[in-house]
């Protein structure tokens, strides 16, 4: 991997730590497997299941460090839930609700000091990419902002979550909050997931929406309800962007998280493989 390259990753994806590793044994299962499985000692790689466990009829594959890559990606994010961790797998990133900053509107949202991470191949070995991202949380549903005196009419045209099917993440678009004859109020969403090729609409109850986590939504909220407090100040500050020396803070925060994981997530151990993290991070030279 060129020197360029290496670049272009590290402005991507943060900090490189390497990741020190004692191999241990690689079963090829083939291209399907059944429930008997166990689905966290295994990695699919070229159309075909891996397994750090010798299985019924599996067979001893060559040491292969893309399998490896999948392997410890894999158990480090079992591990950060083990830990208490929440991920957000769209975005590879992990918090944890205990490192919510303080801040006076909880029943509005959270917003979390976490990180962004992957496990890359940088220069055929395994690398530990780390870089604190913070995390926005909407805590109040559609329900809980009409009950504090939101207009009807300021509660539609933007993208929510509601918890149809145990889905997790944005899946709808608010087109209407509206009340009945009987003064019930009910939330008209469009869903992003299509059904037979068509977004469908749905009506649904205001305390199963919840609108996106998006600053600019979230502050219009705050203001509607008489505070001035910034949500955009509060990043700034978490992110260091108000510091002489940001650069230097956010550097010591990485390290901050890569010395907590290096003792509270590593050693991975899983079959005979045994992985740590080295905390002195991978130098990127021009």
């Avoid at 079992?78 to 590879?92: D, F, H, T």
């Avoid at 939330?187 to 986590?213: H, L, N, S």
Wanted: proline share 5%; net charge neutral.
């Amino acid at each position: 991997m060129s020197s360029i390259n290496i670049l272009d990753l590290y402005e991507r994806f943060g900090n490189f730590f390497e990741i020190d590793c004692k191999y241990g044994d690689i079963y090829e299962i083939g291209e399907k497997i059944d429930n008997t499985i166990d689905p966290d000692t295994i990695v699919p790689f070229a159309g075909k299941y891996f397994s750090y466990k010798p299985q019924p009829n599996s067979t001893k594959a060559q040491p292969n460090l893309i399998v490896l890559q999948r392997f410890v990606s894999k158990q480090f994010e079992l591990k950060l839930v083990a830990k208490g961790y929440k991920l957000r797998k769209w975005g590879y990133c992990a918090y944890r609700i205990e490192d919510a900053a303080l801040q006076p509107h909880k029943d509005v949202f959270e917003i979390f000091r976490g990180f962004v991470y992957r496990v890359l191949i940088l220069e055929e070995q395994l690398s530990l990419c780390i870089d604190p991202h913070l995390v926005l949380e909407t805590r109040c549903s559609i329900h809980n902002l009409v009950q504090k005196g939101i207009p009807l009419d300021e509660l539609d045209d933007f993208s929510v979550r509601y918890d149809i099917a145990n889905e997790n993440g944005i899946n709808g678009y608010l087109i209407d909050t509206f009340k009945t004859s009987t003064e019930e109020v009910f939330c008209k969403v469009k869903g992003y997931r299509k059904v037979e090729g068509k977004p469908q609409e749905e009506i649904i109850a205001p305390d199963k929406v919840f609108p996106e986590a998006r600053p600019e939504l979230l502050q219009k909220f705050i203001l509607r309800l008489g505070s001035s407090y910034s949500i955009i100040d509060l990043q700034r500050r978490l992110s260091y962007l108000d510091s002489t020396t940001a650069s230097r803070d956010r550097f010591r925060a990485t390290l901050d998280i890569v010395t907590k994981l290096s003792t509270e997530i590593f050693p991975l151990k899983f079959g005979n493989f045994v992985v740590n993290v080295k905390v002195q991070p991978i130098i990127v030279k021009l």
